[in-house]
């Protein structure tokens, strides 16, 4: 089974370091976001990646380089059972648009999930859970983490003040999908937003699934957020990255 790694966008809120590189090659403790994510999957047994990139698509064949397999832009990662493919699919390519273009390489079952945001989720038990419920599609459902202190009050007084209580919103995209190919028929092409239109269909239909992650997620989406797992990682609280 095959995974594809949404990596092409512009990263907005990195704009200095994306500069230069794509967002999922930003590096949380010397490794970058996309190495992390790759690292999740072979833990569960996945040896077959596609990295669907766009901006500053250079960089990603560049940090590949010297496990470069053949001209088509294809790489060993670790050993040589474990392959990348680095799929150039646009920069202004849309993210159903870059899955959409990677039909030609994929299974029946594959695997998709964002370039910025690392987990600890289990991937076995998550295409356990979707062959399970047999529908199109699933999500990784996750609660948000929380950006801000939370507050106690007494009346007027603060009986609390807590920087790292857990949010309390509803369940929120997580990324890390399990996608039937039959998911393709939903994307028109470059422009189509995979939340829009395919996820939307999927749901109206009552073919999307949600696989309810409570263990570690986080994203990466500005200075503060890497800084934040950095400091988790230096306190030992996120052994597993390195595992």
Do not use: C
Request: proline share 3%; charged share 25%.
């Amino acid at each position: 089974m095959k995974a594809l790694i949404l990596a092409g966008g512009k990263g907005s809120r990195f704009l200095e370091e994306t500069k230069v590189r794509p967002k999922p090659m930003i590096e949380i403790n010397n490794k970058p976001i996309l190495l992390h994510i790759i690292d999740q999957y072979i833990r569960f047994g996945i040896k077959e990646f596609i990295i669907l990139g766009g901006h500053k698509i250079e960089y990603i064949y560049e940090y590949f380089e010297g496990q470069k397999v053949n001209d088509d832009h294809e790489y060993f990662y670790k050993n040589k059972d474990i392959k990348i493919k680095v799929l150039d699919t646009g920069i202004k390519t849309m993210t159903g648009g870059r899955i959409k273009r990677a039909e030609e390489y994929l299974g029946n079952i594959f695997l998709a999930t964002y370039g910025d945001g690392i987990s600890n989720i289990n991937i076995q038990k998550l295409i356990q859970f979707h062959e399970k419920n047999k529908k199109q599609a699933t999500v990784t459902a996750v609660r948000p983490p929380a950006r801000f202190g939370s507050l106690t009050l007494e009346g007027n007084i603060v009986s609390n003040f807590g920087e790292k209580i857990s949010a309390h919103a509803g369940w929120i995209n997580g990324g890390f999908f399990v996608l039937s190919k039959e998911v393709l028929k939903y994307i028109d092409g470059d422009e189509t937003i995979f939340e829009k239109k395919p996820l939307e269909t999927l749901t109206s239909t009552s073919n999307l699934a949600a696989y309810k992650h409570t263990g570690f997620w986080y994203p990466i989406d500005t200075i503060r957020e890497k800084e934040i797992v950095e400091e988790r990682i230096n306190n030992n609280e996120l052994s597993w990255l390195y595992d």
